[in-house]
């Protein structure tokens, strides 16, 4: 096989994953379904127990949950491509403690008022690569500096949080939840909370992955072709902040999405990112579906929170990421 049929090959293998992962979700549960009951439910709901389940608990929860991990594998997707570096993730230099710092902020300060949670979680995105890029700008930016502020940014948002579960302990139930990620207790309320934003960046997306392209070729060579390096990366950033934002903002400080999926469509697919970032899209759903299943049936009736499942998985590859380069 060609390289172009050998590409097409793995996006139908995306595509395939994500109607996979989303199947399961909604067949697998702390309450057992047969596949006719499912099937049923979904296209002739009636007044009965599996119709109640699929269509109140298990759909709406799936559709946030493709929403997330399609979200946050772009914007890691879009990091790593302006760091020029594969272990960039919103989590790891950042902007996701930016994010769950004002979030927190409104669960435990202001509880009545979740509506709030994506905007603030925006706000505190955008503040957090505020702060990285001041700490990294010497003579201009770059990503190494960038990574590093960005450790030391998450650091310092993270002691902040803590602190104001301390102060606030009586509250701090749902601030440890989403400290940890996960998708309990979320439905259809929860969906007009992303989905703007997920459209929004998609848009956005498909008119961005040609100067991330350019910006493979280094520097001087975007500069050659008329394009500020600078500029290019900051507004890079802050579409890469509004998608993770807008997933923090659900489902709290959940990591390694955004830095193993894209890196597994890379070596799959190549860098040219009018494919990789598609290709993230779809398997940043699959995997987030399929470890939210996982994390609900593992040990039911107790459900863990996705994140968990996330670090099990995704501490494993960072490292192995460490040791190959």
Request: aromatic share 12%; hydrophobic share 55%; proline share 4%.
């Amino acid at each position: 096989m060609n390289r172009e049929s050998k590409r097409f090959l793995n996006f139908i293998c995306y595509v395939f994953l994500g109607i996979l992962g989303f199947g399961v979700a909604l067949y697998y549960g702390s309450t057992d379904l047969g596949f006719t009951q499912v099937w049923n439910a979904l296209w002739h709901p009636v007044e009965d127990g599996a119709s109640l389940i699929i269509w109140n608990l298990r759909l709406p929860r799936a559709i946030l949950c493709a929403l997330v991990g399609a979200n946050l594998a772009l914007s890691g997707a879009i990091l790593q491509g302006v760091m020029q570096n594969p272990l960039a993730d919103p989590n790891i230099i950042g902007i996701s403690s930016g994010a769950g710092l004002a979030g927190v902020l409104v669960l435990i300060v202001f509880p009545a008022y979740e509506y709030l949670i994506t905007p603030f979680s925006f706000f505190g995105a955008m503040l957090a690569c505020f702060m990285i890029y001041i700490l990294a700008w010497r003579d201009g930016v770059r990503p190494v500096r960038v990574i590093l502020g960005g450790v030391a940014v998450s650091a310092f948002l993270g002691s902040i949080i803590t602190s104001w579960m301390i102060f606030y302990s009586g509250r701090v139930h749902g601030a440890l939840m989403w400290m940890v990620g996960g998708l309990s207790a979320r439905g259809w309320s929860h969906v007009p909370l992303i989905l703007p934003y997920t459209l929004a960046g998609f848009v956005f997306v498909f008119f961005v992955a040609m100067y991330l392209n350019i910006l493979q070729l280094g520097e001087e060579m975007a500069r050659g072709l008329g394009v500020n390096v600078e500029k290019t990366r900051l507004c890079l950033t802050m579409v890469a902040a509004l998608l993770a934002a807008s997933a923090v903002s659900v489902v709290g400080l959940l990591g390694f999405v955004g830095l193993v999926v894209p890196h597994i469509v890379r070596l799959m697919m190549g860098s040219d990112y009018r494919l990789l970032l598609p290709g993230s899209a779809l398997l940043g759903m699959a995997v987030l579906l399929l470890s939210d299943t996982l994390a609900r049936v593992l040990l039911n009736p107790v459900e863990l929170p996705v994140g968990i499942i996330m670090a099990f998985l995704g501490a494993p590859f960072f490292l192995y990421l460490l040791r190959k380069s």
